[in-house]
């Protein structure tokens, strides 16, 4: 409740207080309409019934009816307050949590532990407002009930006690299911994801086609029955655990209950209450019943959607705590050189360094590229170059900093990605270009130069709405493009970002040969204009115009040099590249 009235105050302020106010004096009006109805009854129970009789208690019972009036009237107050400051808690838990998650190291975002934490946060988020919607019911529950007791305790000390002995039983069974409820989410996270992740799979177009042509269906509903059989056996178990819960709260409450009711006959037969106490009584019994229904209910959504509050706050201090670390120096002007040193790292959870003790130097001016079979270490070495991953040991230099010195965001201000699984932003096709440089307004003639560094033009001219077109077919009004078209606007977005230090990472994958030579030497011209290009590749005749090759195998450089050193050399290189151009200088044999 402390965290969520936090931001129930950042998001509404006079709000909350407004909503509590209003449900607190709710729930006090019910003792003032308890008492007023118990001055009705001793006027018109005091003898025979007359008009007299009725008229002198005709003011007692406008009180009654102005109580009732009253307390609904301060009840939807309160409901109005909480209905309008319960979407800004969503909104704010829900920023807060993403304020922190999209700051956190690249390598802890993509930690499975990490990521569940995450997916029980973004419930954690939802789960915000519900408590602050249970806590102002539970204020008004819990008024109420106290109204009643305490008019029960003054109409009769004996009863008070044995409306808690009701109220303990029913609030014991809640809490309990609540924990378990909690537990058994927290123990079964992993399972959802996968389960939603294979419905994902099923659903989700990207994969369609191969779901279709593989016939890769059936497997794929044959995994997701196996789990949804293991979550259907955890909810059988919490329904049979809640109906032992609940058969045992109830019967204990129901004990209590009856023997509320027959202390209130003993005490009616014996004289010690007058007949419009007991009637009284029996409507303060009905009315702190409904109260304590509901403060059960509150309490038991209320203590379970704050366990749910915790894992948001946790997540948010795990985010915090891992966010990207780096020093005070601001990177004012690109630099002219990069160079790494001894360079090792190694990703969590894995026993093999990805990078291992690598050297290398990249200028201004200058394309170098990183070549290897997969899984070599390349893409993650050129992530560590730019600050995206942190090393272990060594550093690297860009000038006389290194990364760890830097204040990061500075840093990026210098660097443009091009990755082969670029994103493909749900937005127009002037903003998923435009948007790699977002932070200033879009400027109509550098787009149209970034467009056709990238080729990007000619896919923009075949749409409908041209530049305007929405680029998201699971939208309304969405356009559909091809993976090389994508890779273009790729291209164009990089080139539009205007950074000394660009990382190529196999940015021609998509592409046909002609579109392929056009764009490596759009990338000559990028190094003639002075940037630093890191190429990132598998295609060997790629880097033939390279200033410095880099060969990697198992995150070691095993060579370096340029293409005709190499090929001297005739080592892994050499290979690789002999390798590969055999598969295109193949003729083909004609058929029989």
């Known amino acids: 409740m402390r965290i969520s009235f936090g931001l129930a105050w950042q998001a509404g302020h006079w709000l909350l207080p407004v909503a509590l106010g209003a ?8 003792g003032a309409v308890l008492l007023a109805t118990n001055a009705a009854l001793a006027l018109l129970l005091a003898g025979t019934p007359t008009v007299e009789r009725l008229m002198d208690a005709l003011p007692v019972l406008l009180a009654v009816a102005a109580g009732g009036v009253a307390r609904s009237v301060l009840s939807s107050v309160g409901d109005a307050a909480n209905g309008k400051l319960a979407p800004r808690i969503d909104r704010a838990a829900t920023v807060k949590l993403l304020e922190r998650a999209v700051h956190v190291e690249l390598v802890i975002i993509k930690n499975a532990e990490f990521r569940n934490l995450m997916s029980a946060a973004a419930r954690g988020a939802l789960s915000a407002r519900m408590v602050t919607t249970y806590a102002i019911a539970l204020v008004e529950a819990l008024t109420g009930l106290i109204a009643a007791a305490g008019v029960l305790t ?15 039983p029913s609030a014991w069974g809640a809490v309990r299911m609540a924990r378990a409820r909690f537990t058994s ?3 079964w996270t992993e399972l959802q994801r996968q389960l939603e992740t294979l419905s994902g799979l099923l659903i989700d177009s990207s994969p369609a086609e191969e779901v279709r042509a593989h016939r890769a269906g059936g497997f794929l509903l044959h995994h997701y029955q196996r789990l949804a059989r293991l979550s259907e056996a955890e909810q059988a178990r919490l329904a049979r655990l809640e109906a032992r819960t609940t058969l045992l709260s109830d019967g204990v409450a129901g004990v209590a209950r009856l023997a509320m009711y027959g202390v209130l006959g003993a005490l009616l037969v014996s004289g010690s209450v007058q007949m419009a106490v007991a009637g009284t009584v029996v409507i303060a019994i009905r009315s ?16 379970e ?30 630099p002219e050189q990069i160079f790494v040193r001894d360079l090792w790292f190694t990703y969590p959870n894995n026993e093999q360094p990805s990078v291992s003790g690598v050297n290398l130097t990249v200028r201004r001016g200058e394309i170098v590229a990183l070549v290897g079979e997969n899984g070599s270490g390349k893409t993650t070495l050129a992530k560590l170059m730019v600050g995206l991953y942190m090393p272990q040991s060594g550093a690297v230099w860009w000038d006389g900093h290194t990364t760890a010195e830097v204040n990061r965001a500075s840093l990026y201000d210098h660097v443009a990605l091009v990755a082969q699984d670029f994103v493909q932003w749900p937005f127009t096709a002037r903003v998923n270009v435009t948007i790699g440089r977002s932070t200033r307004p879009p400027d109509p003639v550098s787009l149209h130069t970034s467009a056709e560094f990238g080729r990007a033009h000619e896919v923009v001219d075949r749409l409908d709405a041209g530049w305007d077109t929405l680029l998201a077919p699971e939208f309304l009004g969405g356009t559909m493009l091809s993976g090389g078209q994508w890779q273009r606007i790729g291209l164009a977005r990089a080139h539009y970002r205007d950074a000394a230090v660009v990382i190529f990472d196999e940015p021609t994958a998509a592409l046909d040969p002609r579109a392929e030579i056009e764009v490596f030497e759009r990338v000559s011209d990028l190094a003639n204009e002075g940037r630093a290009v890191v190429l990132v590749t598998h295609r060997m005749a790629s880097v033939r115009r390279a200033d410095r090759i880099y060969v990697l195998d198992r995150g070691e450089v095993i060579e370096q040099g340029t293409h005709d050193k190499l090929m001297a050399l005739n080592g892994r290189y050499a290979e690789l590249y002999t390798l590969q151009a055999s598969q295109h200088q193949d003729p083909v044999s004609p058929r029989s």
């Open 185 to 187: 989410m927290k123990r």
């Open 288 to 303: 702190g019943t409904a109260h304590l229904t509901s403060l059960v209910s509150a309490v038991n959504d209320l203590y």
């Open 154 to 168: 003054v109409l009769h000390p004996a009863l008070m006690p044995l409306m808690v002995v009701v109220t303990v």
């Open 23 to 30: 449900k607190l004096l709710a729930g006090a009006a019910t």
């Open 305 to 334: 959607q704050g366990l749910f509050v915790q894992d948001w706050k946790q997540a948010c201090d795990r985010a915090e705590a891992e966010a990207i670390k780096g020093g005070t120096i601001e990177l004012t002007s690109p």
